[in-house]
Structure formats: structure tokens, C-alpha cells
């Protein structure tokens, strides 16, 4: 009885997605920037006072921030074919032309 049971349950199993470590790596990405971003606020809590510590870490603090907010997005139209889709493929030669007329 239990042994068909606990057989049957593993069968139902969904199969494995190629995408499913893709999202993996951007949660871990994801995460790291929010603890980043957690551990400098927390810093900016305990450095609360008058010095060149506290500017310090203020800075560093709003770094991460913008950091923290722009990963999520960056991550998003870096991973997403579809997106990818309706961005511009230039090669490397036409991006140096690009830059070379500013």
C-alpha cells in the first residue's frame, strides 16, 4: 500500500523546466541585493552621528538603494526572451561608432 502510494506521488512530480534555474539565479541575485541594501540601512542606524563616518555611510547607503532598485528591472529585461526580442541587436563595431559620435 504505502510503498505504490509514495510511487505514484513522485510520478506526479512536475518535470524539471530549463527555466526554473534561470529564475533561481535571479532570486539569489535579487536577494543579495536586498540584504545588501538591509545591511547598509542598518549601518546607517547604528552610525547615527556627526562625523565623517556617518557621510560615509550615508552614501554608501543611497548606492545600494538605487543599486537594489534598478537590479530588479535590469534583471527582468536581461532574462526575459521576449523583451530581448524588441531590443536592438548592434554589434560591438556599431556601438563604438555610436559612442565615437558623442
Given at each position: 500500500g504505502n510503498a505504490s502510494s509514495s510511487d505514484n506521488s513522485?510520478?506526479?512530480?512536475?518535470?524539471?523546466?530549463?527555466?526554473?534555474?534561470?529564475?533561481?539565479?535571479?532570486?539569489?541575485?535579487?536577494?543579495i541585493f536586498?540584504?545588501?541594501?538591509?545591511?547598509?540601512?542598518?549601518?546607517?542606524?547604528?552610525?547615527?552621528g556627526d562625523g565623517w563616518l556617518e557621510y560615509f555611510v550615508n552614501i554608501i547607503d543611497l548606492i545600494t538603494a538605487v543599486l537594489n532598485h534598478s537590479t530588479h528591472s535590469t534583471i527582468f529585461?536581461?532574462?526575459?526572451q521576449t523583451i530581448?526580442?524588441?531590443l536592438p541587436h548592434i554589434?560591438?563595431?556599431?556601438?563604438?561608432?555610436?559612442?565615437?559620435?558623442w
Open positions: 513522485s510520478s506526479r512530480a512536475r518535470p524539471k523546466h530549463p527555466d526554473d534555474r534561470k529564475l533561481l539565479y535571479q532570486a539569489i541575485i535579487i536577494t536586498l540584504q545588501l541594501d538591509n545591511v547598509t540601512l542598518l549601518l546607517n542606524a547604528i552610525y547615527d529585461i536581461l532574462s526575459n530581448r526580442g524588441f554589434s560591438f563595431a556599431e556601438l563604438q561608432q555610436r559612442l565615437r559620435c
